[in-house]
């Protein structure tokens, strides 16, 4: 089956400006995870879904990141006046189960290539 | 701390040479799972294995194979009889029981397999 979508794929946007990123998950999964990579680094935990709720958005570094799953499928990452910073590869992930403690597999998409000039 | 060292931040082999990518680990949790994920050129990063720590046998997937010590940490990655395919970064990667969702990854490992 599909596997996970990013969309899109590249965004260069403005200081200042705001951006969302989407993330679809595989078909069924409960769960869905958003990471940030910054170029030679692993990537860093920002939030996890559980269904519609966020059941842990410890990882967000600022009150200007704010992501959505109205309905336990599509979520959105919104970054709001965005700096210089926050230019990195923004990773999506889902995994099937997504219970309280999930430490399922997670399976990761392509990545959005977000650039702040 | 929770933490994960990948200490090999880059190494370059010739093709069918093995090579093994180093993985040490922190945890407070005695319940965890480690994972390995591949980062081609490409970008997406892909699933390679997933252990939990009562489960100590070494595993063994075609040329790949991992090394799981909890004496030492350790959850090493060998590739046997290396090919071009194989040039990628690699991440090692731990959940702790207690902070489900929450992968820690170390900083990868970049393999270059020249022919």
């Known amino acids: 089956g599909a596997g996970v979508s990013q969309t899109p794929s590249n965004k260069v946007t403005e200081k200042g400006k705001y951006v969302e990123l989407r993330c679809d998950p595989i078909?069924?999964?409960?769960?869905l995870y958003w990471y940030r990579q910054s170029l030679g680094q692993g990537p860093e935990f920002l939030i996890y879904?559980?269904?519609?709720?966020?059941?842990?958005d410890s990882g967000l570094p600022n009150d200007r990141f704010f992501a959505v799953r109205p309905e336990g499928s599509v979520s959105t990452l919104k970054i709001q006046r965005t700096e210089r910073g926050d230019s990195a590869v923004y990773l999506c992930?889902?995994?099937?189960?997504?219970?309280?403690?999930?430490?399922?597999?997670?399976?990761f998409g392509p990545g959005t290539r977000l650039t702040v000039l | 701390a929770q933490k994960v060292t990948q200490a090999q931040t880059e190494i370059s082999v010739v093709e069918k040479e093995d090579v093994t990518l180093d993985c040490v680990y922190e945890?407070?949790?005695?319940?965890?799972?480690l994972f390995w994920y591949k980062q081609p050129p490409s970008g997406e990063l892909v699933f390679l294995i997933r252990?939990?720590?009562?489960?100590?046998q070494n595993e063994i997937s075609g040329r790949y194979s991992w090394n799981f010590q909890k004496s030492t940490s350790s959850f090493n990655f060998t590739i046997t009889a290396s090919q071009v395919v194989d040039s990628a970064v690699y991440f090692c990667?731990?959940?702790?029981?207690?902070?489900?969702?929450?992968?820690?990854f170390g900083q990868g490992t970049e393999l270059s397999v020249k022919p």
């Open positions: 990667a731990l959940i702790p029981y207690n902070q489900g969702g929450k992968l820690i």
């Open positions: 992930a889902s995994s099937p189960r997504g219970r309280r403690t999930s430490t399922d597999t997670q399976y």
């Open positions: 078909s069924g999964h409960t769960a």
């Open positions: 252990r939990n720590s009562f489960d100590e």
């Open positions: 879904f559980q269904g519609t709720g966020a059941a842990d």
């Open positions: 945890t407070r949790d005695t319940t965890y799972y």
